[in-house]
């Protein structure tokens, strides 16, 4: 009798995993409380895959013992919770690709960094010439590259909300580049759930496996029991003595005899956040196997990620900078850090839970103007409204520009850094951040 799976959710992830399910045997049903994206309606009408959208009917999926659910459907949804309260089993297309693949995989999560560390190792990789996929969060659906062909390598980034849906799934070459509260309004703003959930990365690790992560985060470093992982472990630090660290202005990295000296004035991206990345890429890098050459010319020769600190230009002296990546305080804090000039800054959004106190320190100092952007900027004015010389509300990327471009003078910079997601006025981070690039882009 043929197998019946059902897939919440019709975007990549959701898509990708009808495809291979279909072409594992599966008779495969796909259900989207939203429309349907025309590209992905297509392929599912091309492939003869059953699908409805605007809806979930409970009626289809009857007899399923098992769901594919995407990543932006909260555990928390009536559909799920029904579901599950049936004895559904729900699992990410990450957990259903897992099945179907024997390459070595390499995950990446955290609250900051996970981006950026992957796509720097990935471009490491194919610098070696490797047969290495870029994955899960980004890049393509693992699943819908497995319809074609099992990779060497697939370089994933995580999100928690994927690590939710994993049971089985095996992590080769584990990274997480560290843990700040973030997306707490899905884990019962309790912060030992998204602990959990992050810590999922490595549930099934085997001894020749290895887990990557940061010496300098608290909060990693408290849940790391003994034993919890048989795989390698190797960690990286700033100034603690581990298998990556910086010493004498040099990125070494090293692991069982094979060692990476690098200059850090030769890595091609700058800041503090961005030497934690480089050493978790190249630690990521040698233990996949990469030569140590390939491992120095991708670490000199990486371009960055768009709307993570990316200069967007300047004008009549004022230097325009998009983070619009920065969802979470940790990331902004970052930003922050790296800025050499004062600063007109822009934030605010969707405010999950923040905990903006941290940022005080970098506030006083640094910034001499908040732009408050949003629908409810009141967390944001209860924090710093006593802190900045100067703050103003806005409701529209076009109106916040403005108002920051007649803030800013000739040798301060304009910091789009919102410390919150972006859901309120926008579809998501990148939207953001297009708009943002798209108004600056108007400015005289």
Known sequence: MQKKIVILGAGESGTGAALLAKSKGFKVFVSDMGQIAPGFRRELEDNNILFEEGQHSFEKFAEVKEVIKSPGIPDSAPIVVKLKSNGVSIISDIEFAGRYSKAHIIGITGSNGKTTTTLWLHHIMKMAGLDAVLSGNIGVSPCRTLVERDPDYFVMELSSFQLDGIFSFRV???????????????????????????????????????????????????????????????????????????????????????KLILPINEISLTGKHNLYNAMAASLAAMHAGVEIEAIKEGLRTFGGVEHRLEKVGEKNGVLFINDSKATNVNSTWYALDSMKSPVVWIAGGTDKGNDYSELNGLVKEKVKA??????????????????VPKLVETKSMEEAVKIAKELAVEGDVVLLSPACASFDLFKNYEHRGNLFKEMVGKTQ
């Open 172 to 258: 080769n070459t584990a990274v997480i580049t560290n843990i700040t509260p973030d997306h707490l309004d899905r884990y019962e703003y309790r912060m030992d759930n998204y602990v959990a959930s992050k810590f999922r990365i490595i549930q099934n690790q085997l001894s020749d496996d290895c887990f990557i992560w940061c010496l300098n985060d608290d909060v990693i470093n408290r849940n790391l029991r003994n034993g919890i992982t048989p795989a390698h472990l190797m960690p990286f630090s700033l100034d603690k003595e581990c298998a990556a660290r910086v010493e004498d202005m040099e990125l070494r990295t090293e692991i069982n005899e094979r």
């Open 370 to 387: 908040l732009v408050c952007m949003g629908l409810e900027n009141t967390p944001l004015k209860n924090a710093f409204g006593t802190i």
